[in-house]
């Protein structure tokens, strides 16, 4: 920084290119870190384990997870905040609050730079923790992939038993529904042919009935009252 004043040395921030961003996210080394590389300061790093030196967490000690260029922040593993909705997230850390206490060296390019004006004999102890690091992430991917493939052969497990317990429920709920449908049909064909009868019944007996009767009763109505007056009045 050139300027004193902070609103100058805010500005310069804010408008700062990425490279140099990069770099102010440096923190401090351990004492042992600093005889034995020389430097007294490092760019934090995802995987360096640090120790708080500040504030509510000073004390805890843990893997960097995270680093945030444009906030200037680090998360740690294991240090978390509330919010007001209940959920936990994890709490951005500003890396001159913390120490480094060990350092991630599976980058060799971070390496050469750690390397630089060492003796060979401190370049083997480098190489040689670099080579353990690695091992130790590769087994650790190793551990990952094989958590992932278990968690989806059960979830592949799950999905097969689900189809088997739905069908059957759906045989169970299908037997009742396929009893009934039967005594249903021979009902209706029962009630079919007593209404074909019943109808024709009907239609034909109230008509022959009426002609009949009117034809019986009509004729000698009209025939006999006038024979018999006629002989009467011959008689006489």
Do not use: C
């Not at 080579?131 to 052969?153: G, M, N, P, T, V």
Request: charged share 45%; no cysteine; glycine share 2%.
């Amino acid at each position: 920084m050139v300027s004193v004043k902070p609103r100058k040395q805010i500005k310069e921030i804010y408008n700062a290119p990425l490279h140099m961003k990069r770099k102010w996210l440096s923190s401090h080394l351990e004492e042992n870190l600093l005889l034995k590389y020389n430097k007294r300061a490092v760019s934090v790093v995802k995987g360096d384990a640090v120790r708080v030196m500040r504030g509510s967490f000073r004390g805890h000690e843990d893997k960097v997870v995270r680093v945030k260029i444009g906030k200037r922040s680090i998360e740690i593993e294991g240090i978390t905040m509330t919010k007001a909705d209940g959920n936990k997230i994890p709490k951005p850390i500003h890396p001159s609050n913390v120490v480094i206490t060990k350092l991630n060296l599976t980058d060799k390019w971070r390496r050469k730079k750690l390397e630089r004006g060492l003796s060979e004999e401190t370049k083997k102890e480098i190489e040689k923790e670099a080579q353990l690091q690695i091992k130790e992430a590769e087994e650790e991917k190793k551990r990952e992939d094989e958590l992932k493939a278990l968690e989806a052969a059960e979830e592949e497990a799950e999905d097969i038993e689900e189809p088997e317990e739905i069908e059957t429920t759906k045989k169970k709920e299908e037997e009742p529904k396929e009893k009934p449908k039967p005594k249903v049909e021979e009902k209706k064909e029962e009630k079919k042919p007593e209404q074909k009868t019943v109808t024709k019944k009907k239609a034909t007996t109230p008509k022959k009935t009426s002609e009949k009767k009117v034809t019986t009763k009509k004729q000698p109505a009209k025939k006999t009252p006038a024979k018999t007056t006629k002989k009467k009045e011959e008689n006489k």
